[in-house]
Structure formats: structure tokens, C-alpha cells
């Protein structure tokens, strides 16, 4: 019998958008700064755990190892390569723009509101609400909040396994929030999951158990 959701919780990255060309375009730009992928990826993790992520960030944390970079030449760079990379999948518009007809749908995203913004309005993704959850938050306590606010049962879809273990390890049962592991088939296999999750490959098969 399908369910009946109060609201959907919907992370963004790799679940709701990507970038088509994986991050290796991101990475090649820097490769030709001098910036090796080594380098590059640690600034990334590093800016992210510090909730600040942004191109201007990581040129400002990067251009010690070449002086000759040049900071605005390098955003123009990032910049397009972003715009012409940065996608929603095809199932994203269609089932959010449906569900909200019905019920919030709010986007929970990790990261920096001043990068994350752009993605959503690049990428046209639907929405009533959007929060960026810190790293140290981590978006069970989000997810406390909205329960309290919409009710049960909630909807969460996320394709980090980490993130809907954080649920259960806060106390929310599976009648509370119904958690969804997004699989996207075009993206490399990811860590696996300590508790029991639907694993989706799309918002479809999602929609077919949350209808109600
Ligand atoms: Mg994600």
C-alpha cells in the first residue's frame, strides 16, 4: 500500500542535481594552474568541513602554491565550467514540482548557502524550503525539527548512506521518517549503510511508495 508522507526531505547533491562530468573538469582546470588533483581535493574536503566552500575561497587557499595564478582569469573559469556543467536529472522537476502540489518539499543540503544558492537556481530545482546543514549539525536535527513542525510520516531521500544512519542514530524510527538511499546509476558506488534504507535509483520508484 503506498505511503502517506507529510513532507519530503530531499538532499541536493547527487541526488537532486550533478555535475555532468563528475568533478573532473573541476579538477583539470586546476591541474593547469599548477594545482595538482591531490592538492585540490584536499582544499575542497577542508573548505566543506569548514562550511565554506566557494571558488573564491579555495583560489585564496590555493594560490600560494602558484603565484601566477591569476584569482579573476580562474573564477571566470569556475564559474562556466559550473554553469555548463551543473545539472538537475531528469526526474528531479518533474516529481518535486508534483509533490509540492501536495506537501512540503524541502531541500536539505550540506554546505555553504553562498555556493549552494546558485546550484538550485542554476538547475531550476523545485522547492518550499531550503536548509544548509553544517557538517557538524549533520541534518538529523533538521530532521527532528520538520517532524515536529509537518507531523509524521517524512519522506528523506539522500544519497549518502552516513546521512540517513544519522536519523536512526538520533532516535527516529522508520514509522517517523521513511529514509530513501538514492542510487543514481550514473555515479560511482558509495559506501553502504549500517541500517535498512529503500534504495531508489530515481525520484520515480520513490514517488511510487510515497503516494498516498
Ligand atoms: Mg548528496
Not at 152 to 180: C, K, S, W, Y
Request: hydrophobic share 40%.
Amino acid at each position: 500500500m503506498p505511503l502517506i508522507v507529510k513532507a519530503v526531505v530531499v538532499d541536493l547533491d547527487d541526488t537532486a542535481v550533478r555535475y555532468i562530468d563528475g568533478l573532473n573538469g573541476f579538477y583539470s582546470i586546476w591541474a593547469e594552474q599548477g594545482i595538482n588533483r591531490e592538492l585540490a581535493e584536499q582544499a575542497t574536503l577542508e573548505l566543506c568541513d569548514e562550511f565554506c566552500f566557494t571558488f573564491e575561497n579555495m583560489i585564496a587557499r590555493l594560490r600560494r602554491h602558484n603565484p601566477r595564478i591569476d584569482p579573476p582569469a580562474l573564477l571566470r573559469r569556475l564559474n562556466t565550467w559550473f554553469a555548463e556543467n551543473l545539472q538537475s536529472y531528469p526526474d528531479t522537476n518533474h516529481y518535486l514540482t508534483a509533490w509540492l502540489q501536495e506537501k512540503p518539499v524541502i531541500i536539505l543540503t550540506a554546505g555553504n548557502a553562498e555556493f549552494q544558492w546558485p546550484k538550485l537556481r542554476s538547475a531550476n530545482v523545485p522547492y518550499q524550503e531550503v536548509f544548509f546543514a553544517s557538517p557538524a549539525d549533520g541534518k538529523a536535527r533538521y530532521l527532528h525539527a520538520l517532524m515536529r513542525r509537518f507531523g509524521t510520516p517524512i519522506a528523506f531521500i539522500d544519497d549518502q548512506g552516513e546521512n540517513l544512519d544519522g536519523i536512526r542514530r538520533h532516535g527516529m524510527t522508520a514509522a517517523e521518517v521513511i529514509t530513501f538511499l538514492m542510487r543514481r546509476p550514473d555515479l560511482p558506488q558509495k559506501l553502504g549503510s549500517r541500517h535498512y534504507h529503500h534504495v531508489v535509483r530515481d525520484f520515480c520508484e520513490v514517488n511510487r511508495l510515497i503516494q498516498g
